[in-house]
């Protein structure tokens, strides 16, 4: 009876934390998001503190754009369209805060993370 009990107990914990694991950048606050941001920026890029500090407030400005854009459109293909024209302003602006081996750097970053979400399955597919 022990056994059975333990073994429940562990399904349903293992349960629990699969579906936290699986929250996702969708689950996390634009001021998280942005802080995440700006740390895969300042490791791939190695900027020094002044443009850390202008990146910072560009992955903010456009994280809280992208929150309004999921909130205002639910399905998510009605949302790719404005979501994108989001992220190529953000580019802009980083573009030009970024010396040219530091954005082309970031895109490098950017690329590599794309590989390893493809290949561990995701992608960013239908769901």
Not at 49 to 63: F, G, R
């Amino acid at each position: 009876m022990v056994k059975k009990l333990f073994l429940v107990s562990s399904l349903i914990w293992m349960m629990v934390m699969t579906a936290v694991a699986q929250g996702g950048p969708q689950n996390m606050t634009p001021e998280d998001l942005a802080k995440r941001q700006a740390e895969m920026i300042k490791t791939s890029t190695g900027c020094d503190a002044a443009t850390l500090a202008k990146v910072e407030v560009i992955c903010l400005k456009y994280a809280k754009e992208l929150a309004t854009v999921r909130e205002k459109y639910t399905d998510r293909e009605a949302r790719r369209e404005p979501m994108k024209v989001v992220r190529d302003k953000q580019d802009a602006d980083l573009k030009a805060i970024l010396t040219a081996d530091q954005y082309a750097k970031m895109k490098a970053a950017e690329e590599e993370m794309r590989k390893q979400r493809q290949a561990n399955g995701g992608g960013g597919g239908p769901r």
